[in-house]
C-alpha cells in the first residue's frame, strides 16, 4: 500500500471520528447488536479489571469500550487509547474530573509500532480496530506491550456478519446515489434553474423549457427509485438522509444561489466517498475462518501462548464478530 493510499484511509476515518461518533459501523449499527457487544465487554473485561491496572485499545475510534468502563467502573483503571486517525472523543466532556485524568488518547499513531515499553499493559484490548493494521503486526506489538500473566480480548470484524452484509449494502447504496444519473448528479443540474425561480414569471418561463422539464422528470423519477430501494433495505438510513439533504439544498438555492448550493452539494459527496472508503476498508479487515486459522497457527507456535481461544459473538441467529482471548504466558 502506498503511503498516499494510507493518508486517503486516515483522513477518511479522520474526518468521521471529528464528527463525534462512537461505533466504525455508526450508519448500520443496531442496538440489538451493541447489546451483545457490551455483555461481552462486561462480562470479560469490566468484570475483572482493577483500579491500579493498564488497559491498551488498540483501534480505539472515540473510546466506545472507555465509555462502557466509565458507565461500569466507580474506580476507573488506567485507560489508553491508541488510534491511527485523528479523533474527538465528545463524551469525556461529560465527565468528572477524576475519571478524565484515568482516560487518555495517542492519535494519530500507529499501534504496530508504539512509543510504548515492553510489558506496559495488564489489558489489551481492540473493538473492530486491530485487524484494520494487519492482525499478525497487531498481535505482535500487542504481546510486546503486554505484561506476563496480562489478557488481550480483541473482538474482530467476522467475514459472514451482519455488520460486513449491512456495510457491502451500504456501499451499494452509494454506488446508487454517486453514479451518472443518479440524485446528487441530477441535483447539481437543477441546482441552477431553481436557483432562478424567483417569481412566478421565472417560474413559468423555467417549466416551459424542455429540458428542465426532462431534468424534473428524471430526479422524481430517481426519487422513486430511491424510495423502492429504501423499502427493500436492512440498512435504509444513508438513502434517507441523502434524499432529505439533497432536497433541502436544491429547495435551498432560490435563496442561496446556485453557487453556494454546489458547494453544499460537493460537501455532501465528499462526505458519502468517505463513507465508501470506510465501508472498503471494514469488508477488507473482516476475517474468516482460514485468515484466523493463519494468524494464530504460527503465534502460538513461536511465542506459546497460553490459554487462546477463538469465539465468533452472535446476536440471536446473527453472527457479530470473532472474539479473540489469550493470556501472556509469565515466563
Request: with cysteine.
Amino acid at each position: 500500500m502506498t503511503s498516499t493510499h494510507r493518508v486517503v484511509e486516515r483522513e477518511a476515518w479522520s474526518r468521521y471520528w471529528n464528527k463525534g461518533l462512537l461505533h466504525a459501523c455508526a450508519s448500520s449499527f443496531s442496538s440489538s447488536y451493541g447489546g451483545a457487544i457490551a455483555t461481552f465487554w462486561q462480562d470479560q473485561l469490566i468484570r475483572y479489571c482493577n483500579a491500579d491496572q493498564q488497559i491498551i485499545d488498540f483501534g480505539c475510534g472515540n473510546g466506545p469500550i472507555a465509555m462502557l468502563l466509565c458507565e461500569g467502573l466507580q474506580d476507573l483503571p488506567r485507560y489508553l487509547g491508541i488510534d491511527y486517525a485523528e479523533l474527538a472523543p465528545q463524551w469525556l466532556n461529560r465527565l468528572h474530573e477524576q475519571q478524565r485524568t484515568q482516560i487518555r488518547f495517542l492519535s494519530p499513531q500507529d499501534f504496530r509500532n508504539l512509543p510504548i515499553e515492553d510489558n506496559a499493559a495488564d489489558w489489551l484490548v481492540s473493538q473492530f480496530g486491530a485487524e484494520y493494521g494487519g492482525l499478525q503486526a497487531a498481535l505482535s506489538e500487542a504481546l510486546r506491550v503486554l505484561k506476563p500473566g496480562g489478557r488481550l480480548l480483541w473482538m474482530v470484524h467476522h467475514h459472514d456478519s451482519i455488520i460486513v452484509r449491512q456495510a457491502a449494502e451500504e456501499s451499494g447504496h452509494i454506488d446508487f446515489l454517486c453514479q451518472p444519473g443518479g440524485l446528487i448528479d441530477l441535483a447539481s443540474k437543477l441546482l441552477d434553474p431553481f436557483s432562478r425561480a424567483t417569481s412566478a414569471q421565472a417560474v413559468r418561463r423555467l417549466n416551459a423549457n424542455k429540458r428542465n422539464i426532462e431534468l424534473r422528470e428524471n430526479y422524481n423519477v430517481c426519487l422513486d427509485l430511491l424510495a423502492d430501494r429504501c423499502a427493500s433495505s436492512h440498512v435504509p438510513a444513508i438513502l434517507l438522509d441523502s434524499r432529505d439533504w439533497v432536497s433541502a439544498i436544491v429547495q435551498g438555492s432560490r435563496t442561496e444561489g446556485a453557487k453556494a448550493a454546489q458547494q453544499r452539494l460537493g460537501e455532501l459527496s465528499g462526505l458519502l466517498s468517505d463513507s465508501k472508503e470506510r465501508l472498503r476498508q471494514l469488508r477488507i479487515a473482516a476475517q474468516n475462518e482460514a485468515s484466523m486459522q493463519h494468524l494464530f497457527e504460527p503465534a502460538n507456535a513461536s511465542l506459546a501462548i497460553d490459554a487462546m481461544q477463538r469465539e465468533i459473538l452472535y446476536q440471536g441467529d446473527e453472527i457479530i464478530a470473532w472474539c479473540l482471548a489469550l493470556s501472556k504466558p509469565m515466563h
